[in-house]
């Protein structure tokens, strides 16, 4: 059974970096069969993807959402077996629960989510 | 970047109805990438649907999807207390991947 815990600090500084990490058990983040993601959830945004990373053909790939992608970096960590994401230049407006989750043929595996509160 | 736009906004039911959500597609869009997902309070979303008329497992077959051109719809067949909640659908087969504002089952 495949499951994401999420780690990661509820509270980021104006400015400063955001970073979260995905710990993947029952799957590899190398799986040439699956895509890793982050989404997030806020009252004002709805859910938005924010980007993914995968490996293909030996290979690492990365998308991002245009909103984001001038501050967006989403990385792999095959010796931990997990993903990340840092989000640079934090605004109140990326206050959110935070989500990672898998997409093989369809999102079918989700972490329970981190509340993460921009503020100073 | 395909816009998701779901209606209702909200759908006021009782137990034992049948509940029927819309999806719309801002482009024509594969059905074979668009899922419906069912989210409760503090939990994260929780995959119904996929590829338009799959279930996913461990889902009741009182849910089933369908799809017509960029209309997708979920019907939920007869309502159970455990089935009010928010419920989003989702389009992704290519980037960005997006999502409707959601559809939100309350009790009458």
């Known amino acids: 059974q495949v499951q994401l815990q999420q780690s990661g600090p509820g509270l980021v500084r104006p400015s400063q970096t955001l970073s979260l990490a995905c710990a993947i058990s029952?799957?590899?983040?190398?799986?040439?069969?699956?895509?890793w993601n982050w989404i997030r959830q806020s009252p004002s945004r709805g859910l938005e993807w924010l980007g993914r990373?995968?490996?293909?053909?030996?290979?690492?790939?990365?998308d991002y959402a245009p909103s984001v992608k001038s501050r967006i970096s989403i990385n792999p960590d095959t010796s931990k077996n997990q993903f990340s994401l840092q989000l640079n230049s934090v605004t109140p407006e990326d206050t959110a629960v935070y989500y990672c989750?898998?997409?093989?043929?369809?999102?079918?595996?989700w972490g329970k989510g981190t509340t993460v509160t921009v503020s100073s | 970047e395909i816009v998701l736009t779901q209606s209702p906004g909200t759908l006021s039911l009782s137990p034992g109805e049948r509940a029927t959500l819309s999806c719309r597609a801002s482009?024509?869009?594969?059905?074979?990438?668009l899922a419906w997902f069912q989210q409760k309070p503090g939990q994260a979303p929780r995959l119904l649907i996929y590829?338009?008329?799959s279930r996913a497992t461990g889902i009741p077959d009182r849910f089933s999807g369908s799809a017509s051109g960029t209309d997708f719809t979920l019907i939920i067949r007869r309502l159970e207390p455990e089935d009010f909640a928010m419920y989003y659908c989702?389009?992704?087969?290519?980037?960005?991947?997006?999502f409707g504002g959601g559809t939100k089952v309350e009790i009458k």
């Open positions: 482009q024509i869009i594969s059905s074979s990438h």
């Open positions: 029952g799957d590899s983040v190398s799986s040439n069969s699956a895509a």
């Open positions: 990373t995968y490996y293909y053909a030996s290979k690492w790939y990365n």
């Open positions: 590829g338009a008329y």
């Open positions: 989750a898998r997409l093989a043929n369809y999102m079918d595996v």
């Open positions: 989702q389009h992704y087969g290519s980037t960005p991947l997006t």
